[in-house]
């Protein structure tokens, strides 16, 4: 996990994000907790053996939601399951606009028993509007903590349920 600890510090150093020190070293505190979380998974992205990306994830079970200052509740459909949470995704900066992003995504959720997936995006952030773009849909918002701005909470299916 620490060999994350630089990608993550560069994926989150431009604006809108700007991290901390203190912001990196939870980080890989966090982590190293969510890997230890029933239905954890680390996906990452290589390229001639220079790491270029991760995302990782873990199940809520059913009831559990995204928690913070202020957090809108989640629509009942999404609260009756487990829910698939997306914690992070960050790619390199110097591997931008490649598709990276899409494939670490995709590899993230791909086989997930969950309904739903969902994740919080920064409204503002590049990321946020590449969510949009791929069929996230904002579902509230929360402030996680009282030194960062309000963010919202999307939600994206993760089966089609309509009949054959």
């Known amino acids: 996990m620490s060999r994350l600890k630089p990608l993550y510090a560069n ?7 700007g991290m901390s020190d203190e912001d990196i070293e939870q980080f890989e505190i966090r982590i190293t907790t969510h890997a ?7 996906v990452v992205g290589e390229v001639d053996g220079r790491l270029v990306g991760f995302s990782y994830g873990f199940t ?4 559990r939601w995204w928690t913070g200052v202020e957090t809108d509740p989640p629509p009942a459909e999404v609260a009756s399951g487990p829910l698939f ?15 990276f992003s899409r494939q670490l995504v995709d590899a993230v959720l791909a086989g997930r028993p969950e309904a739903f ?5 920064r409204p503002g952030a590049q990321a946020h509007a590449m969510y949009k773009r791929w069929g996230w849909k904002k579902v509230g918002t929360t402030q996680t903590y009282t030194h960062r701005p309000v963010e919202d909470i999307d939600v994206l299916p993760l089966h089609d349920s309509r009949p054959a």
């Open 36 to 42: 230890g979380l029933d239905g954890f998974v680390l």
């Open 11 to 17: 994926a989150y150093s431009e604006p809108p994000y």
């Open 60 to 63: 809520f079970p059913p009831g």
């Open 85 to 99: 949470a997306v914690i992070e995704l960050g790619v390199h900066t110097d591997f931008r606009g490649r598709g």
């Open 117 to 121: 997936a969902s994740l919080i995006s």
